[in-house]
């Protein structure tokens, strides 16, 4: 028994330091740190991924009282992977090389089903279908950099409070302005 429950943990594995500790309220909204492609010290990508969690907070306390909004800190940026979050969660992926950035959007319906990815700033093609807590910089090519400069301007705040409030609700989201979930190409 005791090497059975030995085994079972070393296949479990440590939850990392990236995880949430928290899944939320069943009627919240976990807001999860931005995903940052590649890690970095830059302090001009930390502050724009302070911003851009600022910004996705205020979204969510537009859809739920802010009291059941869930906001994690660096780096908790994924729900646990046995059941996921009991809420739908935010979050953006930030990838950035050379002063130019791509930023998609983030929406993760509760329990452990796929996010739903939109492009916010540059442009990406997705190679594969993302699935729970896979990461999304490893299912997408991105095609063209913007401005990091830029990435805020492009951000609108509507698609997220509306994206949330269709996850709440049980809705599509793909029918929101603003939210063109990026889907697999078709491969010939």
């Given at each position: 028994?005791?090497g059975?429950?030995?085994?079972?943990?070393?296949?479990?594995?440590?939850?990392?330091?990236?995880?949430?500790?928290?899944?939320?309220?069943?009627?919240?909204?976990?807001?999860?740190?931005?995903?940052?492609v590649?890690?970095?010290?830059?302090?001009?990508?930390?502050?724009?991924?302070?911003?851009?969690?600022?910004r996705?907070?205020?979204?969510?306390?537009?859809?739920v009282?802010y009291?059941?909004v869930?906001?994690r800190?660096?780096?908790?940026?994924?729900?646990?992977?046995?059941?996921?979050c009991?809420a739908?969660?935010?979050?953006?992926?930030?990838?950035?090389r050379?002063?130019?950035?791509?930023?998609?959007?983030?929406?993760?319906?509760?329990?452990?089903?796929?996010p739903?990815?939109?492009t916010?700033?540059?442009?990406?093609?997705q190679?594969?279908?993302?699935?729970?807590?896979?990461?999304p910089?490893?299912s997408?090519?991105?095609?063209?950099?913007?401005?990091c400069?830029?990435?805020?301007?492009?951000?609108?705040?509507?698609?997220?409070?509306?994206?949330?409030?269709?996850?709440?609700e049980?809705?599509?989201?793909?029918?929101?302005e603003g939210?063109e979930p990026?889907?697999?190409?078709?491969?010939r």
């Amino acid at each position: 028994m005791i090497g059975w429950i030995v085994a079972s943990l070393a296949l479990a594995g440590p939850q990392g330091d990236e995880v949430s500790r928290s899944r939320g309220s069943s009627r919240g909204v976990v807001v999860l740190w931005p995903r940052v492609v590649p890690e970095t010290d830059d302090p001009s990508i930390r502050d724009l991924a302070d911003r851009m969690q600022d910004r996705l907070y205020a979204a969510a306390a537009k859809v739920v009282p802010y009291r059941r909004v869930d906001v994690r800190p660096a780096p908790e940026r994924v729900c646990p992977r046995e059941d996921g979050c009991r809420a739908p969660a935010v979050s953006v992926m930030i990838g950035h090389r050379e002063g130019g950035c791509v930023m998609l959007g983030l929406l993760h319906p509760p329990g452990t089903q796929a996010p739903i990815a939109f492009t916010i700033a540059g442009k990406v093609e997705q190679i594969e279908a993302l699935g729970f807590r896979d990461p999304p910089e490893r299912s997408v090519v991105v095609r063209e950099f913007t401005s990091c400069a830029y990435v805020e301007a492009t951000y609108q705040e509507s698609a997220f409070v509306e994206g949330l409030r269709a996850l709440i609700e049980g809705r599509s989201v793909t029918e929101i302005e603003g939210i063109e979930p990026i889907s697999p190409r078709a491969v010939r």
